[in-house]
């Protein structure tokens, strides 16, 4: 095991390697990092859209639903969308 003051050590150069390795891909000449990001972005674009579409769809279970009958006093009920 190694003494508590060596862990702090290895813990900086860890984190600065780190930092030396993202600073290295920054700098790459074709903008890898940039790319990423955008597709990142797009991703997330593309998934809020899917979810407010299915919202829209309303795709649930159909025992989840809404029912789509009207009671009526009298009458029964009424077979009509509502």
Same mark, same amino acid.
């Given at each position: 095991?190694?003494?508590?003051?060596?862990?702090?050590?290895?813990? @900086?150069?860890?984190? *600065?390697? *780190? #930092?030396?390795? !993202?600073?290295?891909? =920054?700098?790459?000449?074709? !903008? #890898?990092?940039?790319?990423?990001? /955008?597709?990142?972005?797009?991703?997330?674009?593309?998934?809020?859209?899917?979810?407010?579409?299915?919202?829209?769809? @309303? /795709?649930?279970?159909?025992?989840?639903?809404?029912?789509? *009958?009207? !009671?009526?006093?009298?009458?029964? !009920?009424?077979?009509? =969308?509502?």
């Amino acid at each position: 095991m190694e003494p508590v003051s060596d862990v702090g050590v290895n813990a @900086d150069a860890s984190t *600065f390697e *780190f #930092a030396r390795c !993202f600073l290295r891909l =920054a700098n790459l000449p074709n !903008f #890898a990092l940039d790319r990423l990001s /955008r597709y990142e972005a797009t991703l997330w674009r593309q998934a809020g859209r899917i979810l407010f579409a299915l919202d829209a769809l @309303d /795709r649930r279970k159909p025992q989840e639903r809404r029912r789509r *009958f009207h !009671f009526c006093e009298g009458s029964g !009920f009424r077979g009509t =969308a509502g």
